[in-house]
């Protein structure tokens, strides 16, 4: 693929330099120069996906052009205007290769020898050591709930499965809920945010710590639906997180310590290593 014509039309009445350096005649044809910097074809491979139409071709070329010869200008004029003492990165280049060269380093020790199994007795563990640290920021609940019609004759059936003070039948209610329920949610064991069941169920309260603490069980009438549901348990916000919604998070933080406690290590060991060998002398 050529692209002369559009050197021509996008570098019309750019002088020149004869002073500049000659381009490199390995790297292929010269779309654009600016300033003794040349762009050449072989540059503007992987700009245009295969199978682009031709007028978005054209577009995507010209753009890349025009980005290319607007920072080189840039670059140009920042030479121009900084003294060599303000271009010198040479101490930053070497610190950010560094860098790079310690954080590809660590990375590899820490694929081929951190230890990412946690077992369930490390995360009870830390949870009781660390209960503090983990505290609800939004109210909770563990609740089942059925949507039925409102002149639905399994009403009564449901009512009695749900009001039960002492027990909740779960698996008869979700039985049950899949024959005649138009919807229903099963979540005796499975914690979940009280605004997210708000969003489910037409339900308002404007104070959501006494409404939960006053109700177990509950129907609504909305018309042409009845909604009877029951909660099982509550927390309240800033109460202790429980460990169900906590044990991921502690999973990442056990893992995390690993990993600090084995970069510690290694740099310790190294230093000690070096110390012992003396390939260090301070002055």
């Known amino acids: 693929m050529r692209f002369k014509f559009l050197l021509y039309i996008l570098l019309s009445g750019l002088l020149l330099s004869s002073c500049?350096?000659?381009?490199?005649?390995?790297?292929?044809?010269?779309?654009?120069?600016?300033h003794g910097?040349?762009?050449?074809?072989?540059?503007l491979e992987g700009v245009v996906p295969a199978g682009t139409p031709k007028k978005d071709s054209l577009f995507l070329v010209s753009n890349y052009i025009d980005s290319w010869l607007r920072k080189r200008l840039l670059i140009r004029q920042a030479e121009r205007n900084l003294t060599p003492r303000q271009q010198d990165f040479t101490k930053k280049l070497e610190d950010y290769?560094?860098?790079?060269?310690t954080y590809a380093y660590e990375r590899e020790l820490i694929n081929q020898k951190l230890d990412t199994i946690v077992s369930e007795r490390e995360?009870?563990?830390?949870y009781e050591q660390n209960k503090g640290s983990f505290e609800l920021r939004y109210n909770i609940v563990k609740v089942i709930y059925v949507v039925l019609p409102h002149d639905s004759k399994e009403i009564p059936r449901f009512r009695k499965l749900l009001s039960d003070r002492d027990t909740i039948l779960s698996q008869t209610t979700e039985f049950l809920a899949r024959q005649h329920a138009l919807s229903y949610y099963i979540g005796d064991e499975t914690w979940i945010r009280f605004d997210d069941l708000l969003t489910q169920i037409p339900l308002e309260t404007y104070n959501q710590e006494l409404?939960?603490?006053n109700n177990r069980f509950?129907?609504?009438?909305?018309n042409p639906f009845k909604y009877l549901i029951r909660f099982k348990d509550f927390l309240i916000a800033e109460s202790v997180s429980p460990l169900e919604i906590e044990i991921e998070n502690i999973r990442n933080i056990i893992i995390?310590?690993?990993k600090q406690d084995l970069l510690r290590k290694m740099h310790e060991e190294l230093y000690e290593q070096a110390l012992r060998d003396k390939v260090f002398e301070i002055y």
């Open 20 to 34: 500049d350096p000659a381009p490199d005649p390995e790297r292929g044809e010269v779309i654009a120069k600016v």
């Open 37 to 43: 910097n040349y762009l050449y074809e072989a540059d």
């Open 97 to 101: 290769r560094n860098s790079l060269l």
């Open 123 to 126: 995360i009870e563990a830390y």
């Open 211 to 213: 409404f939960l603490k």
């Open 218 to 222: 509950l129907e609504i009438d909305d």
């Open 256 to 258: 995390n310590k690993r």
